[in-house]
């Protein structure tokens, strides 16, 4: 399968902790983004990289919120000190010049 | 900045019923415009797409026209099936390809 992955599916943790999710994109696409969708919303845009560059951050995304992109491959983002309100769908998507491919996202629940 | 307003649902059709789905959207310059889909249960995938006015995507029976004068991207599809009973999402980029912007989605559930 040479689609979009996300790692780990579902992420239980409890308010305080760090989490830490991954994305694979598709590998001749040098765009990548992360997205975050709660129930009955459409997906958020968080952050957005070209290549290695993180190009454009969301102003409504905290201090709590890292993502970086090494090399240009995967990337991850991070949660720093959770919330309850940081429950979600996390979606990563990649691009060359486009449409959008998304993963499957990767739940978050926060206790 | 970029938006776009869908109509909210759920939908609900029997089958065979035609479809339309209300799209709009407010943009600086000339976006792309996108009809994303979410069956149950799976990630989203693009469904189509019109990068200029008066474009007309398709695919699998559904169809989607640019236009810039009512500033609307409205899904259609003349006959739809059960299999099609998904969350639908308009979406937007702007030229660059870059931010892609999305409705809320609106749930379509086709009964037989």
């Known amino acids: 399968d040479t689609g979009v992955s996300q790692d780990p599916r579902h992420k239980i943790t409890k308010r305080g902790q760090n989490v830490t999710f991954r994305c694979d994109p598709i590998?001749?696409?040098?765009?990548l983004y992360w997205y975050r969708q709660t129930l009955g919303q459409g997906p958020e845009f968080l952050t957005y990289?070209?290549?290695?560059?993180?190009?454009?951050k969301s102003r409504l995304l905290s201090d709590r919120f890292s993502a970086e992109r090494p090399k240009g491959s995967f990337s991850t983002l991070e949660i720093q000190r959770t919330e309850q309100g940081d429950s979600a769908m996390y979606l990563c998507a990649s691009s060359l010049k486009g449409a959008l491919f998304f993963g499957s996202g990767t739940q978050l629940s926060v206790l | 900045g970029n938006s776009v307003t869908q109509m909210e649902g759920p939908v609900t059709l029997s089958e065979e019923a035609f479809l339309t789905i209300n799209c709009t959207y407010t943009?600086?310059?000339?976006?792309?415009l996108f009809w994303y889909v979410q069956y149950p249960g799976e990630g989203l995938q693009l469904l189509l797409k019109a990068t200029k006015a008066d474009d007309k995507g398709s695919n699998k029976g559904f169809e989607a026209t640019y236009r810039k004068e009512t500033t609307s991207f409205h899904l259609e599809k003349g006959s739809v099936q059960v299999s099609d009973s998904a969350v639908y999402f308009c979406a937007l980029t702007d030229g660059g390809y870059q931010k892609v912007t999305f409705g809320i989605g609106t749930k379509l559930q086709v009964i037989p």
């Open positions: 990289f070209q290549n290695e560059a993180q190009l454009e």
């Open positions: 590998s001749e696409h040098n765009r």
């Open positions: 943009a600086t310059g000339y976006p792309s």
